[in-house]
């Protein structure tokens, strides 16, 4: 079975600048996860889905990042303008409804300068 | 507010018995899961606690304690490829069968051989 997919695992931006981030799930995974990770901390959630619908973003700084699933799978997590302080590995997770389990993808790494 | 609390480094040497707590105060509470964090890697799930009491996977035990508010990891037989941050995540309702996941701060173990 396939894990979650993430790209890129690496990205470096200038502050301002644009960047998006691609997730697909494990496939039949109703609910996906955007997780913020700064370096030494837990992850924290962004922004949680269920099929194409947000179930919760309340801790999505939505003046700057803005997340879409389309047809409920793929998922993109964009930050227009960043800011410094968005450096930090951002996850994506899936499981399937109700379950116990989250299965993560390896992260995308970003560097704001 | 919400809080998970762990210590933030643990030390203990190869084959030792090594137990990481998890202390949290939230809103709600369904049940507290482990999840375990390679460097540069993604967090992979270790245990699930719904009810109190001992849940046992190999050489990793969980415990819960709803009235304590109270969590720990045992780690035994402690290897090498233990080395890695451990997290706790509280498990919390958002409406019904829908459900989210607080992390902790989480906890770095390093084995020394």
């Known amino acids: 079975e396939a894990g979650v997919a993430q790209s890129p695992r690496y990205k470096i931006i200038e502050k301002r600048q644009s960047v998006a981030f691609w997730c697909n799930p494990i496939?039949?995974?109703?609910?996906l996860y955007w997780y913020q990770q700064i370096l030494g901390q837990g992850p924290k959630l962004l922004i949680q889905?269920?099929?194409?619908?947000?179930?919760?973003d309340s801790q999505l700084p939505k003046d700057r990042f803005s997340a879409e699933r389309l047809k409920g799978v793929d998922s993109t997590l964009k930050i227009q303008p960043a800011k410094l302080e968005d450096s930090a590995v951002y996850l994506c997770?899936?499981?399937?409804?109700?379950?116990?389990?989250?299965?993560f993808g390896q992260g995308t790494r970003l560097t704001v300068v | 507010g919400q809080s998970l609390e762990q210590p933030s480094e643990v030390t203990a040497v190869e084959g030792a018995i090594v137990q990481i707590n998890c202390t949290y105060q939230?809103?709600?509470?369904?049940?507290l899961s482990w999840y375990q964090q390679h460097d540069g890697g993604a967090p992979t799930f270790l245990s699930y606690?719904?009810?109190?009491g001992l849940e046992e996977t190999g050489r990793f035990s969980s415990f819960l304690s709803r009235s304590d508010s109270y969590g720990y990891l045992l780690l035994q037989e402690l290897q090498m490829k233990d080395s890695a941050s451990y997290f706790c995540?509280?498990?919390?309702?958002?409406?019904?069968?829908?459900?989210?996941?607080?992390f902790g701060t989480g906890t770095r173990l390093k084995v020394l051989a």
């Open positions: 997770a899936s499981s399937l409804v109700g379950d116990t389990e989250a299965f």
């Open positions: 496939s039949g995974h109703a609910t």
């Open positions: 889905f269920q099929n194409n619908g947000v179930v919760d």
């Open positions: 939230t809103s709600g509470f369904y049940g």
């Open positions: 606690n719904g009810l109190d």
């Open positions: 995540a509280v498990r919390d309702e958002f409406t019904s069968g829908t459900y989210k996941y607080i």
